[in-house]
């Protein structure tokens, strides 16, 4: 069967599982997204270990079971995956109730073991699996493939984290915990291009879920509260225009503590890097990634 048009320009996402956050609301969520934005996404698991006994096991499991049926932790969350898929009718089922496939398992030339399932509107959702270091196959998979959206789990080390921040293209949320209820975006806005590109995935994804969208400028030395709501003004009839509803703010105080002050668990606080300078990008980096480990709900960072 040969690739139409839309396949080839749909939307690629990335969700990292792993233990730290639900599987069953890591898939709730990124599927809403990917299927609001027709995209095809991929859920990868990464398992450590030799890659010989990587082999063995993935072998064992695609060429007699043909099913995530091994005992490997790795393989019970993408199966965990492909339930909720199923559950939250994101993708087609036959007449069994089994999620009809677009490929099998299989083995990628890269070693990584794939399989494809059928998504509601003919979009892919992919369960991969890698062996390796979590931080460094993400590394690798973004590679390999142009992904719009990175979605990360609060891995045990901050050390996996910063590497995806800053060795990754793509803009990464990073999740300490998924909330039951509805989200609301919090955009740090300066008027700055990396704040523009924050706004505008913000406000798609804010689109996407109906969430509140609120676009925040903080003052500080150099940016008055006179440049702070001019740069409102633009993003307020920039979100105007695109027919989506926002609130503006102007707040002074150090950046991060006033941040910290409006965010809660409900919020996805967005924020805009530079991929100019290799020190600015290293120093904003840092920030992002102390916001990411005070923030008390998800942090959404664009590169």
Known sequence: MGITERERERVELLAVVGDEVSTRD????????????????????????????????????ADILHEWEMETAAM??????????????MVMVGEGGE??????????????????????????????????RLEEEVVIETRERTFGMIF?????????????????????????????????FLVCFDGSPPSWRALRLAARIAKVLVAPLEVCAITERGFSREDALKVLDKASRYLEKATI?????????????????????????????SRKSQVRQLLLGAASLRLASRAPGPVLVVK
């Open 26 to 61: 890591l898939v709730r969520f990124v599927g809403i997204v990917g299927l609001g934005f027709e995209a095809n996404v991929t859920f990868l698991a990464v398992t450590p270990g030799s890659r010989q006994e990587f082999r063995s096991h993935t072998d064992l499991a």
């Open 76 to 89: 019970k969350k993408l199966a965990q995956v492909e339930e909720h898929l199923v559950s939250f009718r």
């Open 99 to 132: 999620p009809i496939t677009r490929a099998p398992l299989h083995r990628r030339k890269d070693g990584a073991l794939v399989r494809e399932l059928l998504g509601l509107d003919g979009q892919t959702f992919r369960l991969l699996l890698r062996e390796g």
């Open 152 to 184: 990360l789990g609060m891995p045990r080390s901050w050390r996996q984290i910063y590497r995806v921040l800053q060795f990754t293209e793509p803009p990464v949320l990073v999740v300490r915990k998924w909330e039951e209820g509805e989200y609301k």
């Open 245 to 273: 509803p926002c609130r503006v703010c102007v707040e002074e105080g150090p950046f991060e503590k006033r941040i910290l002050a409006k965010a809660d668990a409900s919020t996805i606080l967005t924020l805009g890097t």
